[in-house]
């Protein structure tokens, strides 16, 4: 059962407009939620993080919007720039014990020039 | 500061022969964790360890086997390897604070690409 979902494979958006990567999840619990990026032959690295008493979190021309009671949430990345286009990894973490996150499938992001 | 390495890169291994991957951070992180990535199915924890001595199974252990000897280490066996084992594996690893600042990020490797024939 995948708890968390990202049903968008892939995304191509021209540069400088708005790219928005969504994410839905199942799971009540989770009480953090976080957006990494993957280069290819790279590990993923984090982007943003949003805890789950928060509706919006900012940094820089990274924004991330979480709609609890809809279970989902969106990176907004604007202007988007050729570097951006990566895979995108959308993961949940209940912050008790381990921290284990819980991973979606990623969502692959071209930046047309 | 390294971060978090893993040894080796790449890797083939036949059926039924066996390999160990070996996880390195330098940041003194309490937890460690170890993923496999396959296509279409995202980032799925095989096991982790929260602190030197332990390991706990998470959603995929079956065909591997763990061990932290020391804090820095974090090492995953295949004792008999599959195809079904052919995958990207990365070791991540992170603090074990929690804190109204605290993101819970977790600091990956490069991975290792392996492929079982």
């Known amino acids: 059962d995948q708890q968390v979902k990202q049903n968008s494979p892939s995304l191509s958006v021209q540069e400088g407009r708005i790219s928005i990567l969504n994410c839905d999840y199942t799971?009540?619990?989770?009480?953090?939620f976080l957006w990494y990026k993957k280069y290819p032959a790279e590990g993923p690295t984090f982007l943003i993080s949003?805890?789950?008493?928060?509706d919006k979190n900012e940094d820089g021309r990274f924004t991330v919007f979480l709609n609890k009671s809809a279970k989902h949430l969106s990176l907004h990345i604007v202007p988007s720039q050729p570097g951006d286009s990566a895979v995108y990894f959308c993961?949940?973490?209940?912050?008790?014990?381990?921290?284990?996150?819980?991973f979606g499938q990623g969502t692959r992001l071209t930046i047309n020039p | 500061n390294a971060g978090v390495t893993q040894t080796p890169k790449f890797r083939v291994l036949k059926t039924g022969q066996s390999m160990t991957l070996l996880c390195a951070q330098d940041?003194?992180?309490?937890?460690m964790y170890w993923y496999r990535q396959d296509p279409g199915m995202g980032l799925r924890l095989i096991h982790y360890s929260v602190g030197e001595g332990t390991t706990a199974k998470g959603e995929v252990p079956d065909g591997y086997n763990v061990s932290r000897l020391k804090k820095q280490n974090f090492l995953l066996g295949l004792e008999s390897a599959a195809p079904s084992q052919t995958s990207v594996y990365f070791c991540a690893s992170s603090y074990s604070r929690q804190g109204a600042r605290y993101s819970y990020e977790q600091y990956f490797g490069p991975g290792t690409r392996l492929t079982v024939t």
């Open positions: 993961a949940a973490v209940i912050i008790q014990g381990a921290q284990k996150l819980v």
């Open positions: 949003i805890s789950s008493i928060k």
């Open positions: 940041m003194n992180h309490e937890y």
């Open positions: 799971n009540s619990m989770f009480d953090y």
